[in-house]
């Protein structure tokens, strides 16, 4: 019983850690700052926008942020 359960915890910090790694990867550049696509074209963002990138599939998109001067905080 009591492995039972040390195995459920296990598990779950092991996802949390697998989790935070991978957030981890991420990238965001400057507010109105460029990035380039998977096709190798750059792309410029907005002024009130900022290149969000997700460094495990490669890609890549201008998401608005308060601290630029946008409205929300866009979500990926």
Do not use: H, N
Not at 35 to 45: L, P, V
Not at 49 to 57: A, D, E, M, S, V
């Amino acid at each position: 019983m009591i492995y039972r359960i040390f195995l459920i915890v296990a598990c779950a910090l092991l996802s949390l850690a697998m989790l935070d790694a991978a957030r981890a990867q991420d990238s965001e550049g400057a507010c109105g700052g460029s990035y380039t696509g998977q096709d190798r074209a750059s792309y410029a963002c907005g002024p009130t926008r900022k290149p969000y990138c997700q460094q495990g599939t490669g890609r890549c998109q201008c998401l608005e942020r308060r601290a630029c001067g946008g409205k929300q905080d866009e979500e990926w």
